[in-house]
């Protein structure tokens, strides 16, 4: 299994960036996928997650309205469009799997989330 992480990068405050999270080995279309950030010396948190299908997603109420997650299961792929970044969004950013097939839970407990992958780097300047 192996989730890779993009798109990360340098950007002023109010700008946007776009995170690609691309799947394989795995059956992508029927797992949940979420984002979670974590900042020098914090743990990690929880940011989006989205049901296999698309149909539903959650956030955290620190990105709600700013942040969009998408997913294009034909592409094994899930996005995280961030808009109007802020400091505080300064991250190391995941993707991650929940390996229970058809999960509708969206859990925002990293925990519960079987696969990982290996972070980018989000750093948002004032």
Known sequence: VQLQASGGGLVQAGGSLRLSCAASGLTFSRLTMGWFRQAPGKERDFVAAITWNGASTKYADSVEGRFTLSRENAKNTVYLQMNSLKPE????????????????TMSTTAALYNYWGQGTLVTVSS
């Open 89 to 104: 969004d300064t991250a190391v950013y995941y993707c991650a799997a929940n390996g229970n097939a058809w999960d509708r």
